[in-house]
């Protein structure tokens, strides 16, 4: 019997999603019945990077063989096949496509596992060719009705899109934010969860809606769970900055959610104006006291432009951070550079990365745990890509969520500001205007757009 000698080419033409998806069942089936030897991976030191050996046996299909890869230069996979019956070489794979392809279908079948019948909606962090091969799984396993991509270069995202359409019948939209989720962040630190027991897994998808991280079921109680946010020791030192540096001009606020400050700034007299991606949150707002006065554009607050010119533009509660890529953090920038008079002033608050907290060797910092929570930041410190992620259990059942962030340096945060024509004006350890120091766990900076320079 000759030898099975198969590449990307072969893989591509005959390794369809649904025969991914059923091979991979197959093997997890087997696993859990015991039929199924895969010890864990071995990596051998090799100086600048490692080969990665990954093992296997199936008795009831006489088969076993190994998978090799590299840490060095993500050289090509090879995957070796044998028989038990005669010892003989059945089948060898070599190149980069048999990888993804199997990780994608293993991520279709938890989800097929673990999520409410029906169609599904949801999101991609990057548009690599792992992004893709989860979502070309998913299609065979459940109906797709959205796909949201975030990537860190925002054209990149565009045209995976693009390609979800075209090749998967899938609506796909890019973003260059997760809307709100380190709000979300800040507020789930607070929130207790009541119930105890076992837990059993149940899939959300990442975004509610096209309202992002902040649809209406979040909306409904976004002020009661950030209870402590809406205090007037949070509220006020804010409020009263802002109105000082409006000097009886407009503010723009950015990502404005249900009014937390620009109800209050604006029962201070100064003109608010709002941009946000959550039409469930302005509904919040337009609800109380007030809110009808405000005006708000929909979209995304890192290029959506609107009318006229603004004293004061400001971006709080570490929303800079939804921004997942740097090209959008400096568009962000430049859009609101756009927006402001000549020394009109855009003020960001924003946490102090928590890089010292990391111990060598690791890449999570827990920031809660309890009996019905546990609740974890994930570090990249090369990317500086970030995700908070969150485990619940409520009435005996469990649900995971992880929200995806980019992480971002005052100094970093000065250069943005002087790529777009604005310069430092003053930085805080908080509202209060404490000094800010290198103990400083989060900032409230002030960037000036010089006098006499135009839109």
Known sequence: MSVLLLDDDDVRAHLDAPTAVRAVRAAL???????????????????????????????????????SYDTFVGAEQLVAVWSTADGRLRA?????????????AIGAVAVDAAARPGPVRTALVGAGPQAWTQ?????????????VVVARHHERAVAFARRAADELGVAARA????????????????????????????????????????GKSVAATYDESSAEMFAADAVDPAVEVLTRLADRGRALELGIGTGRIALPLAGRGVPVHGID??????????????????????????????????????????????????????ACFRNVAAHLEPGGCFVIEVMVPELRKLPPGQNAVPFHVSPTRWAFDVYDVATQAMSSNYVDVVDGHGTYESIPFRYVWPAE??????????RLRERWDGWAGAPFTSESHRHVSVWEKPAGEGG
């Not at 945060?413 to 604005?422: I, S, T, Y």
Request: glycine share 14%; proline share 4%.
């Open 135 to 147: 979502l070309w799984a998913l299609c065979a396993v459940r109906e797709v009705t959205e796909a």
């Open 413 to 422: 945060l000065d250069l943005m500001a002087q790529l777009a024509g604005l």
């Open 29 to 67: 089936l087997a696993a859990h019945h015991g039929d199924l030897e895969a010890p864990p991976r071995v990596r051998a030191g090799l100086g600048d990077g490692d080969l990665v050996v990954t093992a296997g046996h199936l008795p009831s299909r006489q088969l076993f063989g190994f998978r």
């Open 175 to 214: 973003v260059t934010s997760a809307r709100g989720g380190h709000r979300r962040r800040t507020r789930s630190r607070r929130a207790e969860n009541g119930g105890r027991g076992g837990c059993q897994a149940q899939y959300r998808p990442a975004m509610d809606d096209e309202d992002g991280y902040f």
């Open 277 to 330: 991606m959550s039409r469930a949150m302005v509904a919040r707002m337009r609800a109380k006291p007030g809110g009808d006065g405000i005006g708000v554009t929909i979209g995304d607050f890192a290029t959506t432009r609107v009318d006229g010119t603004f004293s004061v533009a400001y971006l709080v509660f570490n929303t800079i951070m939804n921004l997942t890529s740097q090209q959008a953090q400096v």
């Open 92 to 104: 060898v794979v070599h190149g980069a496509e048999l990888g993804p392809r199997r990780t994608g």
